[in-house]
C-alpha cells in the first residue's frame, strides 16, 4: 500500500462548478498536511497546510483532515480555467521535517 | 526577493560524466532538500540535509551525491553510476518550527545526450 494515494484523474470539472480531491494515507501518525499546486512544467507552490481535524478555509480553496478515516480533502469552489494543474496531496510522515507526496490529480476545468 | 535558486534550468549529460545541480536558497532555512520527479509520477526524496555538514540518503540516493557545506547551499551531483537520470529535479527548504512547509525552486531539467 502506498504511503500517499491520490487518484491521478483527469478530473473535469466545468467552469464555476466545486472540485473535490481526495486523498488517503496510510501512516496513522502523521501529523502535517499540504496540498500543492503544479502546473506543467513547473514546481509545487503550497496552497493549503492542514495540522488538525476539520476544514481549514482560505479564499475559494478548503482543506478537510479526518485523521480517524486516514484522508484529507481539497474543495475548490468557483472553479477556474486558471485551476488547471496537478495537485499534489502531500504529508509528513514521521521523519523529521520529511515530507512524502502523492503522485498528484490532474484538474481540467473546462470554460 | 526571498527564495530558492536552481540553476540551470536545462542540462545535457553526456555518457559516463558527472553533472552537478546546484541549488540557493536566501530564506535562512535550515533544511533542505532535493526530489526528482518522472513525467505522472510524484516527488521522490533523494537526499536531505537538517544543519551544515550533515546530509541523509532519502528513497533513491543510489547514483547521487550531496554536499552542505554552507546553509545557504546545498549542490547535487548526478554520477555516472546513476543509469537512468532523464527527470525534473526539485530543490526545497523548510524553516525549522515552520510546520514543515516546504518551498521550491523553479527546478533543473536533465536530459541525457
Known amino acids: 500500500q502506498k504511503e500517499v494515494e491520490q487518484n491521478s484523474g483527469p478530473l473535469s470539472v466545468p467552469e464555476g462548478a466545486i472540485a473535490s480531491l481526495n486523498c488517503t494515507y496510510s501512516d496513522r501518525g502523521s501529523q502535517s498536511f499540504f496540498w500543492y499546486r503544479q502546473y506543467s512544467g513547473k514546481s509545487p507552490e503550497l496552497i493549503m497546510s492542514i495540522y488538525s481535524n476539520g476544514d481549514k478555509e482560505d479564499g475559494r480553496f478548503t482543506a478537510q483532515l479526518n485523521k480517524a478515516s486516514q484522508y484529507v480533502s481539497l474543495l475548490i469552489r468557483d472553479s477556474q480555467p486558471s485551476d488547471s494543474a496537478t495537485y499534489l496531496c502531500?504529508?509528513?510522515?514521521?521523519?523529521?521535517?520529511?515530507?512524502?507526496f502523492g503522485t498528484g490529480t490532474k484538474l481540467q476545468v473546462i470554460p | 526577493d526571498g527564495g530558492i535558486t536552481q540553476s540551470p534550468k536545462y542540462l545535457f549529460r553526456k555518457e559516463g560524466q558527472n553533472v552537478t545541480l546546484s541549488c540557493e536558497q536566501n530564506?535562512?532555512?535550515?533544511?533542505m532538500y532535493w526530489y526528482r520527479q518522472d513525467p505522472g509520477q510524484g516527488l521522490r526524496l533523494i537526499y536531505y540535509?537538517?544543519?551544515?555538514?550533515?546530509?541523509q540518503k532519502g528513497d533513491i540516493a543510489e547514483g547521487y551525491s550531496v554536499s552542505r557545506e554552507k546553509k545557504e547551499s546545498f549542490p547535487l551531483t548526478v554520477t555516472s553510476a546513476q543509469k537512468n537520470p532523464t527527470a525534473f529535479y526539485l530543490c526545497?527548504?523548510?524553516?525549522?518550527?515552520?510546520?514543515?512547509?516546504?518551498?521550491f525552486g523553479a527546478g533543473t531539467r536533465l536530459s541525457v545526450l
Open positions: 540535509s537538517q544543519i551544515v555538514n550533515d546530509f
Open positions: 502531500a504529508l509528513n510522515s514521521g521523519g523529521y521535517q520529511k515530507v512524502t
Open positions: 530564506l535562512n532555512h535550515d533544511a
Open positions: 526545497a527548504s523548510t524553516n525549522t518550527g515552520g510546520g514543515d512547509i516546504q518551498y
